[in-house]
């Protein structure tokens, strides 16, 4: 048996928690009480909707009715590579046209195909882009029901109102906004407020954590529906849409890819940048409906955080034991993440009985130095 890589030492623990959170955290808090979308709904969404379209995506890419999570995130990170190395060429075709090559079509034929396919890509991404905002805008969610889950969530963790916060999401939506400002708190992500008469202002997510404690700073490593980037000045907006709008500019957002990274946004750079400060000043992490299938996140895990103060929340069974279906995720994790506190909990409005392992999880990690 191997031995477990030794866990950074906690240098100044003036983070109650940081509180991460994936597609299952938000689950239960859809509007009119409709479940928001998993993965596996999401992936059944966009096949939907690029039927609907008539975009040739059954020969341009590996999306299908019922993929898994994982089939959905490596077949979508694979198109959107292939499709935005395709349009990386886009300056030098003219001249690839007017070369002289044996047996190739005609210069012509070879500018026109370029363009034509170029154009069925992106109505693929578009469509990609089009459920994004249809299934994560602000009307998507309850607030009210929201907040009762994490109310209860926070109280379960002995967390006063006062505590000093940091929740960071890969979810698209606006869960954590919308919970966090019906619970009483400032949350704070970097849309500027907007004010009547006032123009609006661009995003600015420098420093989001210096606004502790008086504001609980929401950390979008993955971008949110509604921030748009000027394709002219690389300036990036807060919108409120329900409908995708290409007018806006490009969405910030990172899509499902296995193998993506943070370097290539500054927007989501910066983000990162400051979630992997707040890990190391947390005195406790805590992970919620995530499927930590991220190489990056579990890297920064492990990099900055003690396991003694790790906590990872598996769906449970209702009575105290772990739901079948995330037997594998059970397994997994504890592999990864050996010593952590893995807790089964049926997480959403209620969370019952389930809880009582928070609470426990809280007062252990309080008491360490």
């Known amino acids: 048996m191997s031995t477990p890589e030794p866990r950074p030492s906690l240098t100044s623990a003036d983070i109650e928690l940081v509180l991460i ?197 929401v950390l979008h490593l993955h971008g949110k529906v509604g921030w748009y980037r000027d394709p002219k000045d690389g300036v990036v ?6 409908t995708h709008d290409r007018t806006f500019g490009l969405p910030v957002v990172m899509l499902p890819d296995p193998d993506k990274g943070y370097s290539g946004d500054d927007v989501l750079s910066m983000m990162w940048s400051q979630f992997e400060a707040a890990l190391r000043r947390a005195r406790r992490v805590l992970v919620l409906g995530h499927s930590l299938s991220d190489v990056l996140i579990t890297k920064a895990l492990r990099d900055h955080v003690s396991i003694d103060r790790l906590g990872i929340v598996v769906l449970g069974d209702g009575k105290g034991g772990v739901d079948p279906s995330a037997a594998e995720f059970h397994a997994r994790v504890g592999k990864t993440f050996p010593g952590s506190a893995l807790m089964a909990v049926r997480f959403g409005p209620d969370i019952g009985d389930d809880g009582n392992v928070l609470t426990e999880f809280a007062r252990r990690t309080a008491a360490i130095a």
């Not at 907006?237 to 329900?242: G, K, P, S, Y």
């Open 21 to 217: 959170t994936g597609a299952g955290a938000s689950r239960e808090f859809g509007a009119n009480r409709q479940k928001m979308p998993l993965m596996p709904d999401w992936s059944d969404l966009v096949v939907k909707k690029l039927v609907q379209t008539g975009a040739p995506f059954f020969e341009l890419t590996e999306l299908r009715d019922d993929l898994s999570g994982p089939a959905f995130e490596q077949a979508l990170g694979r198109f959107l590579r292939h499709a935005e190395a395709f349009a990386a060429i886009e300056d030098v075709v003219p001249a690839m046209a007017r070369a002289s090559i044996p047996g190739a079509q005609p210069p012509p034929q070879f500018e026109q195909w370029y363009h034509s396919m170029k154009g069925q890509l992106d109505r693929i991404t578009n469509a990609v882009e089009e459920t994004l905002v249809e299934q994560f805008n602000y009307g998507r969610v309850s607030s009210v029901l929201a907040a009762q889950g994490f109310r209860e969530l926070f109280s379960r963790l002995q967390l006063t109102q006062e505590a000093p916060i940091v929740w960071a999401t890969t979810n698209y939506d606006p869960v954590a906004e919308l919970a966090l400002y019906e619970m009483g708190r400032r949350p704070e992500c970097g849309e500027p407020q907007q004010l009547p008469g006032v123009a609006l202002k661009p995003l600015d997510v420098v420093g989001i954590l210096g606004g502790l404690p008086r504001q609980t700073p």
């Open 237 to 242: 907006m807060h919108r409120q849409v329900t």
